[in-house]
Structures are given as C-alpha cells and as structure tokens.
C-alpha cells in the first residue's frame, strides 16, 4: 500500500508532471509565472484545489453517480463540484491572505477552468484509484504543478536581466522557456519504479 | 422517469453546494468599503480600460481609496464624476470632454495609390508593407483598427477613410492608441474646428500625393486673430487654448481641409 502510494506521488509530480508532459493546466503555468511568490501562492491555492477536489469527486463518483448509473454526468457534476471548490477558497483567501488574493487576481477564479483540476479527477476515476490514492494522485499531481510553476518563475525572474533579442521578448521567450523545461523533465521518463 | 434521476441527483449536489457556499459566504465574508459598490454603478461598465485601471471595478476601488480622482473616468464624462463627488462627498471638477477626430479625409478618389494593397484587413499590417497603399504615408489606411477597438460602435470607415460618430464617441482613446498612423487625435468636443491632415510632405509634394492634402501655405495662420493656428511640420494645426471658433481659418483654407462640424461632410 504504502509502496503504491510513492510510486503514484513519484509518478504524478516527475514522470507524468501534469504541466510539462501531459500538458493540463497551462492557464496559470503562464500566467502567474513571473515572481516566485505568486507562482507558490498559484500552487499552493491549486493544491488544495486539487487534493480536495479528488476526494470530494470520488465520493460523489463513488456513492453517488455509480450506484444510480449516472458514470456519464461524471463531467458535469465535477465541474460543479470544482467550482465552487474554487469559490469556497477564494473567499477564504479574500478574508485570510488579502496580500496572496491581489497578487493571484484574475488567474484565482479560473483555476474553476483549469483543466489540471477537472483532468485529476477523472484521472482518479480512470486509474480506478480508492479513496486514498485519489487524495495522493491529485495532492501529488498539484505539487507537482507547484514545482513546475514555481521553477518556471525562477528561470522568467532571471529572463527579466538577460539580454534578449527584441523578436523573443516578453512571451515568446517564456514559451521557448517552458518547452525546454518541458523537454528536461522528459528526463524522468526514463525512471524504472 | 428515467430522466428524473440525474435531475434530482445533480440538483441535489448543486444546491448542498450552494448552501455551503452560501453559508461559507456569511461566515468568510469581508467588509468591503461600501462606497466600493456605488462607485461601480456610477460608472460606464465598458471595461474599456481608458482610464488606465484594469476595469471598472478596479477603478471604482482606486477612487474609494483616494488614490485616483472622481473625474478618472473619461468615458462616463461629467455625468458620472458628479455622482462619484456625491458619493466620496468631494467637489467635483468635471474633466475637459474630448472628441476623437480621424485628422485625415484621403477618401478614395482624393488620396492617390501607391500600389494596390490586396492583403489582410488590418492597418498594422499594410502599414508595414512600405507605409500602407496611399500614396501619402501619413494618411489613414482605411482598414479598419479603429473600428474593431471602438466599444462604443462609434467608428466606421466610409470611402476608405475612418470617420468618428461625435454623438456616440466617449474619448476613451483606444483608437488613438490602436492607429498605426497616429492620425486620431483627441480634440476638445465643444470646439467646432478641425483641420483634416496631419502630412508632413512639404506643399508641392503634397499636391501630387492627395488633393485634401495640407500643403502649408499658411493662410490659416496669417487669418487667425488669436495666434491659434500654427503651420509645423507642413501642416497647420489649431492650438484649442487659444481658439475662439471665430472661423477665420476656416474660410481662409484654399484646400477646404479645415472642416466645421455643423456641416454635413463632416460626419
């Protein structure tokens, strides 16, 4: 059991890094990249997202939509369920942690239509995870979202002295950035666990 | 009967959802400056951003804060600042009302071609292919910028040549900043002259490339009383500080490129 959850936390935060090889979650990887402590507060905000959209989409999934034969609204009633997951915690960071709630701005409501979150949970229900291993997959999966964004910001904080060609400036080299990075974690695919 | 079930089970999730969000909103909520909310219904709503604010909202809480003036909005004008002074109980200084003016009138048949310009409707574009296909290249292009900026439907382009609607313009300046010709200005809206081309061809140039064309020949400025009019740059523009709409320049124009606004060409 525990053997299993490493290898799927592994697996989900290196091997199958949800920005940079299955490509989810895009949205805020480039919009909120441009100072490490946003980019940790995106990560932190959409790993609780995440961890507590898995566990709530299992249950539903489990006890509600399978045993009334209803697996085909899965899509639809995550996305209620992801939503207002979203609303519970930008009210929460509104009253909490102003400062991290104008920093993220825009980029907090839409984490609702960050495919990464709505991609975990029927992930989980694809992967015939249980309950646990949901809570790992999607709580790993976020971190390493985290760790993507927040390396992703530490690279751009430097883009911002270097010399850059004025064809590449602003977006385009961002994008170069993050395809390369994309590429580097294509090393772990050669992990054997 | 079948359809029932996900009905009542999808409604089910949604509404325990809304009762926690409803309750987590209770327990979670922030006390928000109230003057907040008015200020936001006082104001347009566009979301145009001429104020240079993110949005409406952004604004309305920039103005509760003290940071940025009750008359920041160019768009809801006068009508506007007078509610948001009544509301943060400030006087209110209504700000100058503009009007955007497209100083150009190189219609077809006016402007000459320099080659034919058959590529994407898009003035950033054929400015790029050596300055766009009129042969003056501080013309308008005619393709159109402007009007898919405008919020406010207030531009179109007639005869290839874009022409502003004074009724529906707010002055909130994204076609000045959408033109690559820089040949939409701002003028003050009670002000009833305009001088239709911003050229810098010397004159004898200029009578070649467009027959609506300044061609600097200073009538204007020996006219104007009030030392208003100044030709720079080979062509005359009006100093709104100083002009009285005494119409002198106006008549004086042998090219009839200094429009009055009552008349009907102008648009």
């Not at chain 2, 531009?155 to 609607?165: F, G, L, N, P």
Request: overall charge neutral; hydrophobic content about 50%.
């Amino acid at each position: 059991m525990l053997r299993d959850i490493l290898v799927i936390a592994i697996s989900a935060i290196f091997i199958e890094n949800f920005v940079l090889v299955k490509f989810l979650g895009i949205c805020p990887f480039l919009g909120v990249s441009k100072k490490i402590q946003t980019a940790m507060g995106m990560g932190m905000a959409v790993t609780f997202v995440m961890a507590m959209a898995s566990a709530l989409t299992w249950c539903i999934n489990h006890f509600i939509l399978q045993p009334c034969g209803l697996d085909y609204l899965q899509t639809i009633a995550f996305i209620l369920v992801i939503a207002a997951l979203v609303q519970l915690v930008e009210m929460f960071l509104q009253k909490m942690l102003p400062g991290l709630y104008n920093a993220l701005g825009i980029y907090l409501p839409l984490i609702t239509t960050n495919c990464a979150v709505l991609g975990v949970a029927l992930l989980n229900i694809q992967n015939e995870f249980n309950l646990i291993k949901s809570i790992v997959y999607g709580a790993s999966a976020a971190l390493g979202f985290t760790l993507a964004i927040v390396l992703f910001a530490g690279v751009r904080e430097h883009l911002e002295f270097s010399e850059i060609p004025e064809a590449l400036k602003g977006f385009p080299i961002a994008l170069i950035t993050a395809g390369l990075i994309s590429i580097a974690f294509l090393g772990f695919s050669g992990l054997q666990i | 009967m079948h359809i029932l079930i996900p009905v009542v089970a999808l409604g089910a999730i949604g509404l325990v959802l809304g009762v926690l969000l409803a309750a987590a909103s209770k327990y979670l909520s922030v006390e928000q400056d109230e003057r907040i909310g008015q200020i936001e219904e006082a104001l347009p709503g566009a979301n145009c951003g001429a104020c240079s604010y993110a949005g409406c909202a952004v604004l309305a809480a920039a103005i509760a804060e003290g940071k940025a003036p009750v008359n920041a909005c160019p768009v809801g004008g006068a009508k506007s600042s007078e509610i948001i002074a009544g509301i943060m109980g400030v006087e209110n200084s209504p700000a100058a009302e503009n009007v955007a003016v497209v100083m150009c009138r190189g219609i077809s048949g006016a402007a000459q071609k320099k080659y034919l310009y058959e590529g994407f409707e898009d003035c950033d574009i054929a400015n790029r292919l050596a300055g766009g296909g009129k042969a003056c290249e501080y013309g308008c292009l005619g393709l159109g910028n402007c009007v898919r900026v405008c919020q406010f439907d207030a531009i179109k382009v007639e005869d290839s040549v874009a022409v502003v609607d004074p009724e529906k313009c707010t002055a909130c300046g994204l076609c000045v900043a959408a033109c690559p010709k820089k040949v939409i200005h701002l003028v003050p809206k009670e002000r009833q002259y305009t001088v239709r081309c911003i050229s810098q061809d010397k004159g004898a140039q200029m009578k070649n490339l467009c027959s609506v064309g300044c061609i600097a020949c200073r009538l204007c400025e020996k006219a104007c009383r009030f030392d208003a009019i100044k030709v720079k740059d080979n062509f005359a523009i009006i100093d709104y500080d100083k002009c009285t709409d005494c119409g002198k320049c106006f008549e004086a124009c042998p090219k009839k490129i200094i429009y009055k606004k009552e008349l009907p060409n102008e648009a």
